[in-house]
């Protein structure tokens, strides 16, 4: 390679490496301004040092790149298309800086070929670039979903399909925002017909705006066979990635987690939403560890996704659950053993909006 050639790759990486860093600071910050996302933020962060150190490894020294530059000659500084001037919202603008800093980790990693550089570490960042976009417009989309929803109520199939659409006409009517349909005793026929009922209920009775959200718990298929709004799956059943493979692009899948490292790796998998916990002792499901207000708090510091307290939750630990960031809540036994459930439903959603 002749020096000159070597000078125009120094310039084109000079180039694309000032592209990359831009484009990630814009989401960083976006991560951090908008979304108040501290590990969105904090992965852009990373990402972008570890970008100068690698290419400092990679491409020479600095004074190398500098000197290869010659902004006063680029034939490319005047030329724009309308797409760069447009952005018409947050999900937009994220997808677009994202694809910058993908496009320009692309063009390094080729002209870094060119000095002779093999194995270089972009092709990794730029697969890093493709998961953390798709998390922020992901997180767009969820939040539009799940705007304003703040009572989640998880109901069993009840001793009869009669039973169990009582309840639910009642929780429906009562203003529930979300009801997910978990029974870990009916047979599949069974759970599929309450399921088929539920939406029915849902899309004929509802008069909220917008309509309570229906989730199958632990059912892709079932999630499937009954329309349902979203899937629930927890960390031993199936991954994301695969629920995701089997329901589709728009149905809504919830993750359970119990520690952050399992929060932030919901959040890179593509879940649409959280359930953390357990926080309290439930009557609903045994646990023999509780991570407790605890790991609400680490949640609600760092993560933006939509997220949800569950485990032993009542309207009397309720400012507990609060006082920790979140303003959302899963609940079951609350509901289900109370005497009169929609006056339950409301008071939980009377203390939820304060
Ligand atoms: C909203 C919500 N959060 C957590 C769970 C628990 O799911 P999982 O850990 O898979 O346990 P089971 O409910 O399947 O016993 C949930 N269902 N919903
Ligand atoms: C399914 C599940 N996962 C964590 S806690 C829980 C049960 C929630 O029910 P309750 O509100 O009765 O504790
Ligand atoms: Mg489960």
Redesign the pocket.
Known sequence: MTPAERTAALRAIDANFNRAVEGLRVVEDQARFVLNDGFLAGSCKQLRHDLTTALQSVCGSEQDRYAARDTLADVGTAITSPQETERQSLAQLAAANWQRVSQALRVIEEFAKLLGVSGSPFESFRYQTYTLAKAFVLNERSQQTWLGRQL?V?IDGESSEAEFAKLAQTLIEAGVHVL?L?D?RLDDRALLARGIHLRKLIDETASSDPKPLF?M??RPDLAILTRADGV??????LPVSEVRRLVGTTMQI?V?THNLTQARAAVLAGAD?????PTFPSGT?HFADFPGTAFLQQVAAELSLPA?A?GGITLSNLSAVQATGFTRV?VSGVISQSIDPAAEVQRLLAALRS
């Open positions: 989640y998880l997910q978990r870990k989730i718990n632990d629930h799956v927890g960390q031993d059943e919830g359970s939403y959280l359930g953390c916990g499901k949800f569950i899963a």
